[in-house]
């Protein structure tokens, strides 16, 4: 008879958050900044940041992107509990679908490839 295997907890350093497994899209409208030269730049928060091991799954899924996704989704700056990306108003609409379908994607990937909803 086989002994169950008990996991050992992930150790993290002082300070450090817990992994999460999931990242979900806030549903506040994205937040316009204007860059010293002269380019325009939105904000969309996410309900907090992401882990390591949550960005190596979205990196390793961007290998599959078709092109429309893969040109938006090079655009998107993960920076602490929310992602930036330079944009005219009338892209802002598509290229947030496209983070919001990435963000489920990977939540996906992370959850055993299982469909999961907030």
């Not at 992930?10 to 899209?25: D, I, K, N, S």
């Amino acid at each position: 008879m086989r002994r169950p295997q008990h996991r050992r907890p992930l150790r993290r350093r002082p300070g450090e958050a817990p992994a999460t497994h999931r990242v979900w899209v806030s549903q506040d409208q994205p937040l316009r900044e204007q860059a010293p030269d002269g380019k325009t730049y939105f904000r969309i928060r996410l309900d907090g940041e992401p882990s390591p091991e949550w960005m190596r799954a979205y990196r390793a899924g961007l290998l599959g992107l078709v092109p429309e996704d893969r040109d938006a989704v090079l655009r998107f700056e993960f920076q602490g509990d929310s992602v930036r990306f330079a944009a005219s108003d009338a892209e802002v609409g598509r290229l947030r679908k496209v983070l919001e379908r990435r963000v489920e994607a990977v939540n996906g990937i992370l959850s055993g490839g299982r469909s999961i909803s907030s």
